[in-house]
T-cell receptor
Framework: GEDVEQSLFLSVREGDSSVINCTYT??????LYWYKQEPGAGLQLLTY?????DMKQDQRLTVLLNKKDKHLSLRIADTQTGDSAIYFC????????????FGTGTRLQVTL | GAVVSQHPSWVICKSGTSVKIECRSL??????MFWYRQFPKQSLMLMAT?????????EQGVEKDKFLINHASLTLSTLTVTSAHPEDSSFYIC???????????FGPGTRLLVL
């Protein structure tokens, strides 16, 4: 079955770049997503990438996909205290079904 | 962007009672809605996929008679936790898929505490 892994915790200083990593096992993943969850809240979609892309940039966010190694990363440039949250990567193997398998989540702590 | 609401945002109930949670897509039609459960400090686990006008599809290990799902319209799906027990206490999150788009929009979640 699908398995999506993330490191549990990342601490960075304000202004530095954050890189959150994710590995997945299902080679048939079609779409890969990054979601942000603030305490006690639902999930906010940050960005997503199609499996035939290597990179996607959206303002401070850069997503890199290494399909060969099944590795996905999210880089946040100029990290701010408001970026402190839990970040989930997720995959879906079928665009039409859109069933998501979530990673374990990475808690990002931004320090002053 | 698309907005999905959930009601209530939190609920406390006694063991043995039933609780209904609503999930609404506010500015788009959702033929498919998903129900997730998240235990403290854990990831989201898909419980079931709800399709408008048909029976929900449950994930392995999820009791369909305990977690009743109704998707009667293109903007509303409900999850009823029947005869709730303390182990059902969790954060329940729904998402709705905008027809034709390859992403889901998540609701803010409902925190359920069963005493």
């Amino acid at each position: 079955g699908e398995d999506v892994e993330q490191s549990l915790f990342l601490s960075v200083r304000e202004g530095d770049s954050s890189v959150i990593n994710c590995t997945y096992t299902d080679s048939s993943s079609t779409y890969l997503y990054w979601y942000k969850q603030e305490p006690g809240a639902g999930l906010q979609l940050l960005t997503y990438i199609f499996s035939n892309m290597d990179m996607k940039q959206d303002q401070r966010l850069t997503v890199l996909l290494n399909k060969k190694d099944k590795h996905l990363s999210l880089r946040i440039a100029d990290t701010q205290t408001g970026d402190s949250a839990i970040y989930f990567c997720a995959e879906s193997i079928s665009g039409t079904a859109s069933k998501l398998t979530f990673g374990t989540g990475t808690r990002l702590q931004v320090t002053l | 962007g698309a907005v999905v609401s959930q009601h209530p945002s939190w609920v406390i109930c006694k063991s043995g009672t039933s609780v209904k949670i609503e999930c609404r897509s506010l500015d788009f039609q959702a033929t498919t809605m998903f129900w997730y459960r998240q235990f403290p400090k854990q990831s989201l686990m898909l419980m079931a996929t709800s399709n408008e006008g048909s029976k929900a599809t449950y994930e392995q290990g999820v009791e369909k008679d305990k977690f009743l799902i109704n998707h009667a319209s293109l903007t509303l799906s409900t999850l009823t936790v029947t005869s709730a027990h303390p182990e059902d206490s969790s954060f329940y999150i729904c998402s709705a898929r905008d027809h034709g788009r390859e992403t889901q929009y998540f609701g803010p979640g409902t925190r359920l505490l069963v005493l």
